[in-house]
């Protein structure tokens, strides 16, 4: 399985801990890192890594990273590093032609998570969003999630600001091509973002969910959830 890191941000919530987000060092390790052991350990064994901001830096410590332990990434240059994320995974149409994971350089996550997205019998033509149905989890900030309302499986709406939700976008996908249709379409109206591109394919009827249960993710976008991060993977839980 193919999968695809957005890792192209300035990442200025973190910039305390370091200049180039995805290479923060957390318990020693750069969070691209540990991004790329836990999907490897669920079995992806193909990586495209999207970067922007600070990209020639961030590409060769990739380089390195990938000589070492053998891991085969690809990169993806995003000149337009300051335009939204869905932008990044559009960046990747040229190569990704089948089925494959995507995910966030800041998401740490159960790799039982990937594990079982990659195993679901998913349907063509569709994306398939992780969530979180625990909107109480304080490991979340409800301030600053994507909020997502599902029903019967589906994707009714998503966005950082609805009010009407019910679970909690994690950041990781299954995804299939149709994903950069819904790209295109979302930001020919003006919205770059994956949420837009999502809201796309809900409307189409191809936006999928598949709940992660109790398993345990978290999005180390900022000081706070640093620490938390911290905290897991000092108790082993992450």
């Known amino acids: 399985m193919k999968c695809l890191i957005v890792a192209a941000g300035p990442g200025t919530r973190l910039r305390q801990k370091g200049e180039i987000k995805p290479l923060i060092l957390i318990k020693g390790v750069p969070l691209i890192e540990r991004v790329i052991g836990r999907a490897r ?5 193909d990586f495209y890594v999207v970067s922007g901001y600070r990209g020639e830096d961030l590409r060769g410590e990739l380089d390195t990273f ?4 053998g891991v085969r990434i690809t990169h993806i240059v995003k000149k337009n590093w300051d ?3 869905g932008v990044s995974v559009l960046k990747a149409k040229p190569y990704l ?7 966030m350089c800041d998401h740490l996550v159960d790799p039982q998570i990937l594990r079982r997205l990659m195993a679901f019998s998913f349907e063509p033509d569709t994306v398939t969003l992780a969530v979180d149905f625990r909107t109480d989890n304080p490991l979340n900030d409800i301030e600053d999630v994507t909020r997502v309302k ?8 998503i966005g950082k600001v609805i009010r009407d939700y019910n679970a909690i976008d994690t950041g990781v996908f299954l995804c299939t091509p149709i994903i950069f249709d819904a790209l295109e379409a979302s930001q020919g109206s003006g919205d770059d973002s994956i949420s837009g591109a999502m809201n796309v394919l809900a409307r189409w009827d191809r936006a999928r969910t598949f709940d992660i249960e ?3 993710w978290v999005d180390v976008d900022d000081p706070v ?5 911290e905290e897991l993977l000092d108790s082993g839980r992450l």
């Open 41 to 45: 350990s669920a079995g992806v064994d």
């Open 66 to 69: 990938s000589a070492r332990e």
């Open 83 to 85: 335009r939204a994320n």
């Open 97 to 103: 032609d089948g089925p494959f994971v995507l995910t």
């Open 150 to 157: 599902c029903s019967n499986g589906r994707i009714v709406h």
């Open 214 to 216: 109790d398993r345990v």
């Open 225 to 229: 959830a640093f620490g938390k991060a």
